[in-house]
């Protein structure tokens, strides 16, 4: 590896490449059965456990897959039986469609990329499952009526100040979603540069017509870091799948072939001081030299146009079991880990208190366990298997006594799909034109299991901080009477008695503060909720 290393830092100086922050989307809200549907939808896949999704129609698994969205699954809708009251369903339902408030569309992380000359900066979401790269363009999108009919997206590229753009009138691309949830538009080529390598006549696909589950997302587009038999352009109506950004690096020819390749390093919002990365071209060499082992390689499949490998065992605290030509693929663009549901169930056998929940369509683990009663958990990678550090066997607070846990079935899909929770405890290595997936593992020393313990609400605050006060007001009150009493104990603490009365006021005067603040946000809040549009802390 050490001569690989070396061709690195001489393409890294000789270009300025750089790493590409992956940032962590401050509107992002982890939410377990959201992620889910997310996933369900994307992949189309019929779910075997109870739950309010489902797919209307059978999966065909002999179909080639379709597209991305659609890989195996007839153009059923993604369907939604009557949600218990303790779900919420705030916002509108459209027939046929999962709203927003029932899929977790939006990206976890966003990365800058330029396109143009001169560059214009765009934020997309790193996705190795898809293969097209497409943004959001000055011109209108079409919203659903009950959206309010057409309306103007963020102004995020503009081909028209970009000297190099190449429009193509004859291509024309479209992604679709098992509940009927699209984007499409123009196709055309442009140069594209993502952390310092400038890619040439790379396609770029303008969205001019978006549906609501798109437009609603924080990033500015997608770019696909799959196969490109998963793109979805189209030249006069025929499939016309174009290359991604990472075969036309290949193709340019100006990079050798040890650096045919990119890496994503992930980590927990749990790690605040930690900082998620993408970097193409080179590898990391200091995070492979801190793991203590060598990056562990195995063949892709990629006849299906996902970084699929060969995973035929998994192991729950020292338990190993076959799963004899189990395959599975490394996804950036799904949050959860969905594996078989022989490997759920024994893997949350192994969870004192877990249990599957309709309602959430999941496995829940009380939100009181600790990292030390959580099992050991690995799943194979070829001949090796990797752990899932303890904290990522917790997703997102369920409720507020459950996690939803980050490992959930992979219902009748025919392949595992690992995602953010597999792949934050490696750092991943896609060597495509080696054609292999490369691992090592990455684990935290401190594993946190606390869950969060405040809501995101500034309503949720004011009342963690309403019930201090009150608890403060009750210790002063006891201070008080211990005060009053006529003994030598009494006099002896006179002077600590009004230390708590004075902290007891001060108490108080932040909590009238946060309490008026509490009020000024519900005010913003209702405001926002007549006019249909609430902002991510209500």
């Known amino acids: 590896m050490e001569s690989i290393f070396q061709v690195h830092a001489a393409l890294r100086q000789e270009f300025g490449l750089t790493k590409i922050k992956a940032i962590r989307n401050k509107n992002y809200r982890p939410h377990g059965t959201k992620?889910?549907?997310?996933?369900l939808n994307r992949f189309g896949f019929q779910p075997t456990k109870p739950g309010p999704y489902f797919h209307k129609f059978t999966i065909d698994k002999n179909a080639a897959p379709k597209q991305i969205g659609l890989p195996r699954s007839h153009n059923g809708l993604v369907r939604k039986t009557p949600v218990p009251k303790s779900v919420d369903t705030s916002e509108p339902t459209v027939p046929g469609e999962v709203t927003a408030e029932d899929q977790q569309n939006d990206s976890m992380y966003l990365c800058e990329v330029l396109i143009g000359t001169p560059p214009q900066k765009v934020m997309l979401d790193f996705d190795t499952g898809s293969s097209d790269l497409w943004v959001r363009t000055t011109k209108k999108?079409?919203?659903?009526?009950?959206?309010?009919?057409?309306?103007?997206?963020p102004r995020n590229f503009d081909p028209s100040k970009s000297s190099s753009w190449k429009g193509d009138s004859d291509k024309a691309w479209m992604i679709t979603y098992g509940d009927g949830s699209s984007a499409s538009g123009d196709v055309g080529a442009d140069a594209v540069s993502i952390g310092g390598?400038?890619?040439?006549?790379?396609?770029?696909?303008?969205?001019?017509?978006?549906?609501?589950?798109?437009?609603?997302?924080?990033?500015?587009?997608?770019l696909g870091l799959a196969f490109p038999m998963l793109n979805t352009v189209t030249t006069n109506g025929q499939h016309d799948p174009q290359p991604t950004p990472i075969v036309n690096m290949i193709n340019q020819s100006d990079i050798p072939k040890e650096a045919e390749l990119f890496t994503s390093c992930f980590y927990s919002s749990r790690d605040e001081e930690k900082e998620s990365f993408y970097t193409f071209g080179w590898i990391d060499d200091e995070i492979v030299k801190s793991s203590g082992e060598d990056i562990t390689w195995t063949d892709i499949d990629n006849?299906?146009?996902?970084?699929?490998?060969?995973?035929?065992?998994?192991?729950?605290?020292?338990?190993?079991?076959?799963?004899?030509?189990?395959?599975?693929?490394?996804?950036?663009g799904t949050t959860l880990a969905l594996v078989s549901d022989s490997v759920c169930d024994a893997l949350y056998k192994q969870i004192k208190g877990s249990f599957y929940s309709e309602e959430y369509q999941g496995y829940l683990i009380p939100n009181t366990i600790s990292a030390e009663d959580l099992p050991n958990f690995s799943i194979a990678v070829g001949d090796k298997e990797f752990v899932i550090q303890k904290e990522g066997l917790l997703f997102a607070p369920a409720d507020s006594e459950n996690w939803y846990g980050g490992v959930q079935s992979r219902g009748q899909n025919p392949f595992d799909i690992l995602g953010d929770t597999f792949l934050k405890s490696i750092y991943a290595v896609w060597d495509q034109g080696n054609n292999r997936f490369g691992a090592v593992p990455k684990i935290e020393k401190f594993q946190n299991t606390t869950p969060p313990a405040e809501g995101s609400g500034t309503a949720t605050k004011c009342e963690g901080t309403r019930g201090k006060c009150a608890e403060a007001e009750k210790k002063c009150k006891t201070s008080e009477r211990i005060c009053q009493k006529p003994d030598e104990k009494c006099k002896e603490s006179e002077s600590k008695c009004q230390k708590p009365e004075e902290k007891c006021?001060?108490?108080?005067?932040?909590?009238?503060?946060?309490?008026?603040?509490?009020?000024?946000?519900?005010?913003?809040?209702g405001k926002a909720e007549e006019s249909g549009s609430c902002p991510t802390a209500c």
């Not at 790379?202 to 589950?213: G, N, Y």
């Open 197 to 222: 390598l400038v890619i040439k006549d790379q396609a770029v696909e303008l969205a001019t017509k978006m549906s609501a589950q798109f437009s609603e997302g924080t990033g500015d587009g997608l």
């Open 35 to 39: 992620s889910y549907v997310r996933v």
């Open 303 to 332: 006849s299906e146009g996902f970084w699929m490998f060969s995973s035929e065992s998994f192991t729950v605290n020292g338990q190993k079991v076959t799963a004899s030509g189990n395959k599975a693929i490394a996804d950036t």
């Open 141 to 153: 999108f079409t919203l659903p009526a009950w959206l309010g009919g057409a309306g103007a997206g």
């Open 505 to 525: 006021e001060t108490t108080e005067t932040k909590c009238v503060s946060a309490e008026s603040k509490r009020e000024e946000e519900e005010l913003k809040c």
